[in-house]
């Protein structure tokens, strides 16, 4: 956000911003928590089942190669600290991160991207929460 923020206002050029690809590829929705997505096991038989039969993105050879930077190590180590910032308000890794961009006041629309009914239905119903999260989630 750092130099945009000048853009977004209306004195400027009154423009918002999306947040793209919002849960990382899937690594913010905590399904690669316990497994590694399939192109980082080194558990050649825990890779091929994710291959065989992806959970998300993160497991197929298109995607999976080639969004590297939400797998790194810092951003498993963020990944995991956002996971108990989660728990320890209460809710899941994916709600924290959807309303974590609905409270952001620069971000004005969210992509967010669902392969089935279950998920969408999720995300729309972490959206339309009322309350906002507390300041302490949102700082730390």
């Not at 009154?14 to 080194?42: E, I, Q």
């Amino acid at each position: 956000e750092n130099g945009v923020a000048e853009a977004a206002s209306p004195f400027n050029e009154n423009v918002g911003f999306m947040a793209y690809n919002a849960l990382a590829g899937g690594m913010l929705t905590g399904k690669y928590l316990g497994t590694p997505a399939a192109f980082d096991n080194n558990n050649r038989e825990q890779a091929m089942k994710s291959l065989e039969q992806p959970r998300g993105r993160m497991d197929t050879r298109g995607w999976g190669s080639t969004l590297y930077r939400y797998r790194t190590d810092a951003a498993q180590a963020a990944i995991v600290e956002y996971n108990n910032i989660a728990k320890d308000n209460g809710m899941s890794l994916t709600e924290l991160s959807l309303r974590w961009c609905r409270q952001r006041s620069l971000i004005t629309t969210t992509l967010v991207g669902h392969t089935n009914m279950k998920q969408l239905k999720e995300s729309i119903q972490f959206f339309t929460k009322k309350e906002a999260l507390s300041e302490k989630t949102m700082w730390e």
